[in-house]
């Protein structure tokens, strides 16, 4: 997808162990973002970055954290996993700096049991 | 919370006709996008209109914006079943180096033939 890959496509984890979640652009790009999509509730935006070391919260970063210590990489991880983050974790780059289109990865596939 | 409320929650048209889907947000904005989702893919962004626009066409897509009601309209005309689907609304507000893009909950589209 207009070169950002999620790794891992799918996985599963068990309650209380940590998991990290990657997101890998080829473009350069700025602003990356993390957000999970779950029935009901759309997609809700967990933590984003707006350049190396440059992070800030989202609406649902409680239970997350994230770094970005190279450009084109944007990890987030669960310090400890619980059953309400299973859910798809969708990582997304901002096109242009004047906002225009966001590409989005495929997404993570998370199921914490 | 939820920037966009989508109406109707789920449509379900035939093939040829036009379907209409209406998004609701709660603050000002940059820019309002609309957004498409296969089931089991990512996102995939459709059109992009601006704060100070009121009509935007793209092929068969047409958007509205009405920033005095902070709604918005996505027309798809003549329905074709590849175009099933959920389509998303999603704002975006950017406020020094933040620049969030924030989404509607969606409205699933089915296009029988």
């Known amino acids: 997808d207009a070169g950002i890959t999620q790794s891992p496509r799918h996985k599963v984890t068990e309650t209380g162990t940590p998991v990290t979640l990657r997101c890998h652009q080829t473009e350069n790009h700025r602003y990356m973002y993390w957000y999970r999509q779950d029935p009901g509730h759309g997609l809700r935006l967990i933590h984003y970055?707006?350049?190396?070391?440059?992070?800030d919260k989202g609406e649902v970063s409680d239970g997350y954290s994230v770094s970005r210590s190279k450009t084109e990489d944007f990890l987030l991880t669960l310090e400890s996993a619980t059953s309400s983050q299973t859910s798809v974790y969708f990582c997304?780059?901002?096109?242009?700096?004047?906002?225009?289109?966001?590409?989005f990865g495929s997404g993570t596939r998370l199921t914490v049991v | 919370s939820q920037q966009g409320e989508e109406d109707p929650q789920a449509l379900s048209i035939q093939e040829g006709e036009n379907a209409t889907m209406n998004c609701s947000y709660k603050t000002s904005i940059n820019n309002l996008q609309w957004y498409r989702q296969n089931s089991g893919r990512g996102l995939v962004h459709l059109i992009l209109?601006?704060?100070?626009?009121r009509e935007k066409h793209s092929g068969r897509l047409r958007v509205t914006l009405d920033t005095s009601k902070k709604s918005s309209s996505l027309l798809i005309t003549a329905s074709r079943a590849a175009d099933t689907a959920s389509y998303f609304c999603a704002t975006v507000l950017n406020t020094g180096t933040a620049s969030k893009l924030t989404f509607g909950t969606g409205t699933r589209l089915q296009v029988t033939l």
């Open positions: 997304a780059i901002r096109q242009s700096d004047n906002g225009d289109g966001y590409t």
């Open positions: 209109i601006r704060s100070n626009e």
């Open positions: 970055s707006y350049g190396v070391k440059d992070t």
